[in-house]
């Protein structure tokens, strides 16, 4: 039996009691049958979570790029590694064959070597889903440069911020992005953030909009030239196992965003075990994910995962309500996809929309679809289950985050029964653990608790940049001996978990995870704010929407409240981006402390969500009249 493919239930414990039993023994056998590898491990993991320190297949040396190019070109030279659907749906789709991306890679690694970037420098990514992003990733591998991509809505004091915090040298982006029927100028976001960023010596930029921009002498160049000048082949770099292949920014409770830091050899043996597995993959089909490359779900299950196991990837530059809300499924039909990979967030806006939109489409191609990125609801689950996939395909709500490098929950369509809002099981290799409040290990079904992991898997990150004491005491100190993700879970009688939502000051809105701290900070920087507190509400497309509660210095000065609510929220999409404006801002006299003067939060999410006939215990509230204030101005 082969533990790369999973095929049944039965066939499914007994793989994972094996994962569990022998883990080495278990990745050591995926990591030897499906890669190609320069020098085999000595060692298959060496793990402390108290330092912590996490190594897989050391003395191992590979390229990932040989792994997602190189060897299929024989047998898969002229299949579709990537197929571009463009914005515009009357833009013809392009199909780029396996040979093709791997001499677009080599070329654009020739050309970020003739530009001085070498193993280990990092280069800072952003751009809009267009082909060159994904190439981009793949030429920053192909040398063992490290790809650090930032999503290309982020504002560019968030950019800033990003390209300094991992010194980048480089920052590869385009003239501009399209997205429905708007065209966003990033090259100017990114002049404006390089007014902040000493390191940044270069900067390659794709024509993609034609819009006439600033070309800094002697910094900024057009790609395109450089890339038609350059040689279709490059040797790809020999990497350790355990050299960075990636930085990935994600939102922290406190404090600046995390750079969370991958390696190569363990992230790609999980990765490409995860796609075949999850999404049970087989040739020809076609997979799309509709996430954005900026994201690790793009980086994960649009790049590495389908082109390590050969297939064909869906790379769609637009968004589902453009030119109307059937974009998605008309995607769908005109490419015959097999697997469809979204968000919650997505589903729930499309299901407002006309059933006739989804209804029109032809959509029998599909076989499997997913979900990601935050808890799918019982009704988008069965709006998907029922009108996308009409009650034949499985859906596999795989949970995951940025810091797993991979999915480590999900139920393996047609071999797991499918429960609604349950991500069932974990991965064979995965040890979920459920915990008390006194850090103790919940045993037993029909539980919940906070979600750990007792044992290290390949892909999980190794430290955040330039700060592994942030790394540990976030994710290895709450729980002794075990990575503590941030969510709550429970398990049901059979064992199958249902996650919850974070326990933290981490709110996830329409997917993307925000912290509060930096929103917070963003809002007392206005000149009329003393202080302020942000939390999450319940929203029907959202999932969650930002509540805040904002204290100002001197409240008789200020006539005009809503422009003020203008302001504070251009603040916030200035210093971080439109993603993370409030929906609602209630100016307060005071905000509910604790003696020590902690904000108590928990009682500010109830009033914002409406529940405020419960607050729970207000005994520590320093002064509890603040609150009945509050609940009195609810928006
Ligand atoms: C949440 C996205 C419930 C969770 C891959 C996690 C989910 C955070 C699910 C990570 C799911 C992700 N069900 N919640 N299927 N998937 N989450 O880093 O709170 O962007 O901790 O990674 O999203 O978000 P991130």
Redesign the pocket.
């Known amino acids: 039996m082969s533990n790369y493919h999973i095929k049944t239930f039965e066939e499914y414990f007994h793989i994972y009691r094996k994962s569990v039993r022998e883990p080495e023994n278990f990745w050591e056998e995926v990591a030897e049958e499906h890669f190609v590898w320069r020098k085999r491990w000595d060692n298959v993991l060496r793990w402390d979570f108290s330092k912590p320190e996490i190594a897989w297949f050391e003395g191992a040396q590979l390229n990932i790029t040989e792994n997602c190019l190189d060897r299929h070109l024989r047998t898969r030279g002229d299949k579709t590694a990537i197929l571009f659907e463009p914005n515009n749906p009357n833009e013809p789709a392009q199909h780029i064959t396996y040979t093709e991306l791997y001499e677009r890679v080599c070329k654009m690694a020739n050309v970020l070597k003739a530009k001085g970037i070498k193993k280990g420098d990092r280069v800072c990514i952003y751009l809009p889903m267009i082909p060159e992003l994904s190439v981009a990733l793949l030429a920053c591998a192909r040398i063992g440069a490290i790809h650090s991509v930032v999503f290309a809505g982020f504002s560019s004091t968030a950019l800033s911020t990003r390209i300094n915090d991992s010194s980048c040298k480089m920052v590869i982006t385009s003239d501009g992005s399209y997205r429905g029927n708007k065209s966003i100028d990033l090259k100017g976001i990114v002049d404006e953030a390089l007014e902040q960023c000493p390191t940044v010596e270069s900067v390659l930029v794709v024509n993609r909009v034609g819009s006439s921009i600033h070309m800094e002498q002697g910094r900024d160049e057009w790609i395109q030239p450089l890339l038609d000048a350059a040689q279709p082949h490059c040797e790809p770099e020999v990497m350790e196992a355990e050299d960075p292949l990636f930085i990935l920014y ?1 939102s922290g409770s406190t404090g600046k965003p995390k750079g969370m830091v991958h390696t190569t050899a363990g992230y790609m043996v999980f990765i490409a075990y995860t796609f075949k597995n999850i999404f049970q993959y087989r040739e020809p089909d076609i997979f799309w994910c509709t996430a954005d490359i900026g ?3 793009g980086h994960s299950y649009i790049v590495y995962g389908p082109l390590l196991n050969g297939a064909t990837s869906v790379l769609f530059e637009g968004v589902p309500s453009y030119p109307d809300f059937g974009r998605f499924w008309e995607i769908v039909e005109k490419h015959s996809i097999t697997h469809f990979y979204t968000a919650p967030t997505a589903i729930r806006a499309l299901a407002k929309e006309d059933l006739n939109y989804v209804e029109k489409y032809n959509l029998s191609s599909l076989k499997v679809l997913g ?6 609801n019982e009704e988008a689950w069965h709006w998907y289950n029922d009108h996308v996939g009409k009650k034949k395909s499985p859906i596999v ?7 797993t490098g991979g999915i480590l929950i999900s139920p393996i369509p047609y071999v797991t029964p499918t429960k609604p809002t349950y ?1 069932t099981l974990p991965l064979p290799g995965i040890q979920p653990a459920l915990m008390d409040e006194n850090g103790q290990e919940i045993k037993g079904n029909q539980v919940d608790g906070r979600l750990c992991v007792k044992f290290p898997w390949p892909s999980m990150a190794r430290t955040i940049w330039g700060d592994h004491e942030r790394y540990r005491t976030t994710y290895f100190t709450a729980f002794e001996g075990k990575y503590f ?3 709550g879970a429970l398990r049901d009688e059979v064992g199958y978990y249902r ?1 919850t ?2 326990v933290d000051d ?1 709110i ?1 809105v329409s ?3 925000l912290g509060t701290a930096p929103i917070e900070d963003a809002i007392n920087e206005h000149p009329a704010v003393a202080e302020s507190a942000i939390v999450g509400f319940p929203h029907d497309v959202k999932g969650n929407a930002l509540y805040g509660f904002v204290m100002l210095k001197d409240v008789g000065e200020v006539r005009d409240r809503d422009n003020l609510r203008k302001e504070i929220n251009q603040q916030i999409s200035d210093r971080i981006g439109p993603i993370a404006k409030l929906d609602k801002i209630q100016f307060v006299e005071g905000l509910p402390k604790t003696r020590s003067g902690k904000i108590m939060r928990r009682i500010l999410r109830k009033i914002a969500g409406n529940e405020t006939e419960n607050l729970g215990d207000t005994s520590t509230l320093l002064d509890p009249e603040v609150v009945q204030q509050i609940i009195k101005d609810r928006l």
């Open positions: 994600t994201w690790i779900t979900s990601v990125g935050e808890p799918i709500d795989t949970w995951w985050q940025t810091e991500a993700t941030g969510d996650i939502g974070r981490v996830i997917g993307h995870n």
